[in-house]
């Protein structure tokens, strides 16, 4: 059974700060990757979407890498802001196209 | 479009009382699932459907029950509701390729069982 683990579990910044989310998969036979974003107490927003045949993706000042053959994926805020405060979400596709997911990174910008 | 609905946003319900989480989904996307969310904790799959008249159980079938007489609407039901079921509850769905593409997601059911 796929497992995804994401580390560290909660990180605090100060703002202007570059960081990087890690999220690792225990079964590398993916076809993507999606990271999501969710605030508190409201649904998921998807941030990127990169396919297994692709080494990355980026979306403004969002960057999310993928390393099939190690099992690992990164997501890289550049010069972080307080409305980037969220838990970030990784999560991968099973049998049934449904996502298994990590339990997620609480990301805190302090301004 | 509307993208993928659900309803209620909040529910409490007492112990062995029954409901319906409403999900809809405007997108004509074959695939549609219903995920569980516990505090600090990732989505756990509940149930799946591939089409209209097809389902199929997840991780955590115990306890609901779904159906999908349409390609839009994807109802979950609990029949005798427990406070192990208290979670959130997210309905989403994919295009008609299934693999390889964006899952999309509602805004969440927050369900209470007291």
């Known amino acids: 059974k796929q497992e995804v683990t994401q580390i560290p579990a909660a990180l605090s910044v100060p703002e202007g700060e570059n960081l990087v989310l890690n999220c690792s998969f225990t079964d590398s036979a993916i076809y993507n990757l999606q990271w999501f974003r969710q605030d508190p107490g409201k649904g998921l927003t998807s941030l990127l979407l990169i396919q297994s045949s692709q080494r990355e993706q980026t979306s403004g000042r969002l960057n999310a890498s993928l390393d099939k053959s190690s099992g690992r994926s990164t997501l890289y805020i550049a010069a972080s802001q307080p409305g980037d405060s969220a838990t970030y979400l990784c999560?991968?596709?099973?049998?049934?196209?449904?996502?298994?997911f990590g339990t997620g990174t609480r990301l805190t910008v302090i301004p | 479009n509307a993208g993928v609905t659900q309803t209620p946003k909040f529910r409490i319900l007492k112990i062995g009382q029954s409901m319906t989480l409403q999900c809809t989904q405007d997108m004509n996307h074959n695939y549609m699932y219903w995920y569980r969310q516990d505090p600090g904790m990732g989505l756990k799959l509940i149930y799946y459907?591939?089409?209209?008249?097809?389902?199929d159980k997840g991780e955590v079938p115990n306890g609901y029950n779904v159906s999908r007489s349409t390609t839009e609407d994807f109802p979950l039901r609990l029949e005798l509701a427990a406070p192990s079921q208290t979670s959130v509850y997210f309905c989403?769905?994919?295009?008609?390729?299934?693999?390889?593409?964006?899952?999309?997601f509602g805004p969440g059911t927050r369900l209470t069982v007291l």
């Open positions: 989403a769905s994919t295009p008609p390729s299934g693999g390889g593409l964006e899952q999309f």
């Open positions: 459907s591939v089409g209209a008249g097809i389902t």
């Open positions: 999560a991968v596709p099973g049998g049934a196209n449904n996502l298994f």
